[in-house]
């Protein structure tokens, strides 16, 4: 039990670190937000441990209808 909250401490210290600019309540979000994550990603690795790779397919759809660029020049792309 120490070892666990002395990890826990240890990652809390570096999330604080890399995020001064948090408040308190910001910060709960944040943590509660990762927890869930790390949860849905536990079902997940356990639903795809007996998959072989090969069997893995991935798909991305990257079409943008709009983009970000510096104020007053207009951003210019290619759809495919």
Not at 24 to 35: G, N
Not at 54 to 67: I, M, S
Request: proline content about 2%; hydrophobic content about 30%.
């Amino acid at each position: 039990m120490i070892a666990y909250q002395k990890e826990h401490s240890h990652k809390f210290r570096k999330f604080v670190e890399a995020n001064p600019s948090l408040t308190q309540k910001e910060m709960a979000a944040s943590m509660t937000i990762c927890r869930a994550l790390n949860q849905e990603r536990q079902v997940y690795l356990e639903r795809m441990k007996d998959v072989k790779p090969e069997e893995v397919v991935y798909y991305q759809q990257a079409v943008y209808e709009y983009g970000w660029g510096v104020k007053g020049e207009r951003v210019y792309g290619k759809k495919e």
